[in-house]
């Protein structure tokens, strides 16, 4: 018998939803004043807020991916741990102790980053060592002590989940859960030991570099180039068409991996998946000589 438990995901998600529609207006934003700039510096400034403003923007993408996957499942057998891409599996003999982290009188620090309803990752903390976070709410933090590794999870009904967790340790394991841990690095493997979806992966990213020398290629040389709107705009806005191809790059990478992890689509529809950067990059490569000449 299973027994699965949600942390509250309510904060979080209005959070991370509030800040990530902030980071894709902002990007709209700078990428228009970028595409209507005179002066190269000026271009070049906001095509470099554009990239940071694009790595906040996945960074709270994968913090709500994180969010929306976290659960706790306690049975006789163990606990399991989910959030994001890792997987923690604890068999119930190794866990030594959960407890409220209101019980110490000493306040637990927060792992680097952290946003109200959002607390994941690692942290160092005196007297354990690191700990790991996959909680949302503060008031219910628990602790779990398992074999000198600690973890922080926060369930909806945290007296429900420790009642229940005493029930369970009271009447033993039938039999013990294997002891997993999986992270990205653990999952990343599976997919790169892949043959054809390192090359797809490899593939696109090779493309997205040539099509950039291509972009400082034609800026060099010529000083204008016929834009969308039939205009004549300076040759460096061509750098804006590189950078549309690697978020591609970068987002069909994201997405192929999951999908190729979780097995939600067929294995030919993730690497048509993977492939698709590298027919953008030839499409963006020839709109690019289009414009130049």
């Not at 866990?95 to 637990?108: A, H, Q």
Request: net charge positive; aromatic share 10%; proline share 5%.
């Amino acid at each position: 018998m299973e027994t699965e438990f949600l942390p509250p995901k309510r904060t979080g998600i209005w959070v991370l939803l509030v800040l990530l529609l902030g980071a894709i207006a902002s990007i709209f934003y700078v990428l228009s004043a970028a595409s209507q700039a005179a002066q190269q510096t000026v271009f070049m400034a906001n095509l470099l807020a554009a990239f940071v403003l694009i790595a906040a923007g996945i960074w709270l993408l994968l913090r709500l991916h994180t969010l929306l996957t976290t659960r706790y499942t306690l049975s006789r057998s163990g606990l399991e741990l989910r959030w994001g891409l890792r997987r923690e599996v604890i068999p119930m003999p190794e866990i030594e102790w959960i407890r409220p982290v209101s019980d110490f009188k000493s306040k637990l620090p927060l792992p680097a980053f952290s946003l109200p309803g959002v607390y994941f990752g690692k942290k160092q903390v005196g007297g354990l060592g690191a700990v790991d976070f996959a909680a949302t709410e503060r008031r219910q933090f628990l602790l779990v002590a398992s074999h000198g590794r600690y973890f922080v999870i926060s369930p909806q009904e945290e007296h429900v989940f420790l009642d229940l967790f005493e029930r369970l340790t009271e009447l033993g394991s039938l039999e013990s859960a294997l002891s997993i841990s999986e992270g990205f690095g653990t999952l990343w493997h599976r997919v790169w030991s892949d043959s054809a979806a390192r090359r797809l992966i490899l593939g696109g990213l090779a493309a997205n570099a040539v099509l950039l020398v291509l972009a400082f290629a034609l800026a060099s040389l010529q000083p204008n180039v016929t834009w969308t709107t039939l205009e004549k705009v300076p040759s460096q806005r061509l750098l804006l068409l590189p950078l549309l191809g690697l978020l591609a790059w970068l987002m069909d990478a994201c997405a192929g991996a999951v999908f190729y992890l979780r097995e939600a689509i067929e294995k030919p529809i993730v690497y048509l998946l993977w492939g698709m950067p590298t027919i953008l990059a030839l499409l963006l490569a020839a709109a690019m000589l289009i414009m130049a000449f």
